[in-house]
């Protein structure tokens, strides 16, 4: 069974930056997609970053430019890089995991982490 746990998030304010971490246990490579999410109140579920197992990874436009994604195989953790904050970005971030390609849709995915809460003043 796969585990993923967030950390990283907090309270910033507009143009500072944060780093996300996944730590996923219980992970083996077949889970070869791991993704951000994001949601803020009101609002449905995005993707933000997907990051397939061979190191592709693809960004809504939103951010595009401003967050990195990036994966750790041998520690089993996926990071989000995020620069630029802005208020918008404000959301709960979420990890999530699923087999083979990466997809767009958040109900494609198997697994999910309790999230981290994303905060940006301006």
């Known amino acids: 069974q796969v585990q993923l746990v967030e950390s990283g998030g907090g309270s910033v304010h507009a143009g500072e930056s944060l780093r996300l971490s996944c730590s996923a246990s219980?992970?083996?490579?077949?889970?070869?997609?791991m993704a951000w999410f994001r949601q803020a109140p009101g609002k449905a579920r995005e993707a933000v970053a997907l990051?397939?197992?061979?190191?592709?990874?693809y960004y809504t436009n939103p951010v595009r430019g401003r967050f990195t994604a990036s994966r750790d195989n041998a520690k089993r953790i996926l990071y989000l890089y995020l620069n630029n904050l802005n208020p918008d970005d404000t959301a709960m971030y979420y990890c999530?995991?699923?087999?083979?390609?990466?997809?767009?849709?958040?109900?494609?995915?198997?697994?999910w982490g309790q999230g981290t809460q994303v905060t940006v003043s301006s």
């Open positions: 990051d397939e197992f061979d190191g592709r990874t």
């Open positions: 999530a995991a699923r087999r083979m390609t990466c997809y767009w849709e958040a109900e494609r995915y198997e697994y």
């Open positions: 219980g992970y083996s490579d077949e889970y070869a997609c």
